[in-house]
C-alpha cells in the first residue's frame, strides 16, 4: 500500500523566506505524486505532479517541488513566500497501475506566513 | 473554479436521518470521487465511479452508497448519521481512469454538520 507523511503539521515562515514543506513516500512501484492547496472554504487545487518525467517539478504560484528516489522525498519549496501562501498543503501519491482510482493523501501541513 | 460542482454547499442535519449529496462532474469527465475530510482522520477517499460503474472503494462506511447517473453526475447517500459523520465531503473528477496522472479536479465540497 502507498502512503505519504508530511513532517510538520504547522509551517510558519515569513513574508519574502524560503518556503519548504516536507513530503515523504512509500511506495513498492514508482508512484505519481502530486501537491495540492486548499484555501480556507474552498476546495482542493493541484500546484504540481510528477509523473515520472523530469524530477524537478515546477508548478503554479512559482511552487516547485522534487522527486529524489534515493531519499524517497517530494519536499514543496517557494524561494520567496508571500502572504498569499497561507494554506494548507496536501502531498498525495496515486499508483501508476491504477491510473487515477484514488489519491492517499498526507495529513496535511498549514502554511503561516508572517508579515 | 473547477467546473466541478457541488450541492448543498452546507448540510445541518440530526442523528439518524439521511441525506443525499450531489456533484456534477466537469464537461466530459467520466470518472467521479467522493472524498470526506474530517478532523480526526483526514481527507479520505471513499469511492470511485467511472461512466456509470463502481470502480474503486475506499474507507467507505456500509451506511453510505453512492450511484453515477448516466448523465455522469454523482449522488453520495448517507444514511443513520452519527455525529462523527460531520465533515467536508468532496467531489473530483477527471478525464478516464485509466489516464495515470491526469489531473483530478475537485469541487469546494459539502460540509455536513451532524447534531
Known amino acids: 500500500a502507498q502512503s505519504v507523511t508530511q513532517l510538520g503539521s504547522h509551517v510558519s515562515v515569513s513574508e519574502g523566506a524560503l518556503v519548504l514543506l516536507r513530503c515523504n513516500y512509500s511506495s513498492s512501484v514508482p508512484p505519481y505524486l502530486f501537491w495540492y492547496v486548499q484555501y480556507p472554504n474552498q476546495g482542493l487545487q493541484l500546484l504540481l505532479k510528477y509523473t515520472s518525467a523530469a524530477t524537478l517539478v515546477k508548478g503554479i504560484n512559482g511552487f516547485e517541488a522534487e522527486f529524489k528516489k534515493s531519499e524517497t522525498s517530494f519536499h514543496l519549496t517557494k524561494p520567496s513566500a508571500h502572504m498569499s501562501d497561507a494554506a494548507e498543503y496536501f502531498c498525495a501519491v496515486s499508483d501508476p497501475a491504477f491510473g487515477n482510482e484514488k489519491l492517499t493523501f498526507g495529513t496535511g501541513t498549514r502554511l503561516t506566513i508572517i508579515p | 473554479d473547477s467546473g466541478v460542482t457541488q450541492t448543498p454547499k452546507h448540510l445541518i442535519t440530526a442523528t439518524g436521518q439521511r441525506v443525499t449529496l450531489r456533484c456534477s462532474p466537469r464537461s466530459g469527465d467520466l470518472s467521479v470521487y467522493w472524498y470526506q475530510q474530517s478532523l480526526d482522520q483526514g481527507l479520505q477517499f471513499l469511492i470511485q465511479?467511472?461512466?456509470?460503474?463502481?470502480?474503486a472503494k475506499g474507507n467507505i462506511l456500509e451506511r453510505f452508497s453512492a450511484q453515477q447517473f448516466p448523465d455522469l453526475h454523482s449522488e453520495l447517500n448517507l444514511s443513520s448519521l452519527e455525529l462523527g459523520d460531520s465533515a467536508l465531503y468532496f467531489c473530483?473528477?477527471?478525464?478516464?481512469?485509466?489516464?495515470?496522472?491526469?489531473?483530478?479536479?475537485f469541487g469546494q465540497g459539502t460540509r455536513l454538520t451532524v447534531v
Open positions: 465511479y467511472y461512466n456509470g460503474e463502481e470502480r
Open positions: 473530483a473528477s477527471s478525464v478516464d481512469s485509466s489516464s495515470t496522472g491526469d489531473e483530478t479536479f
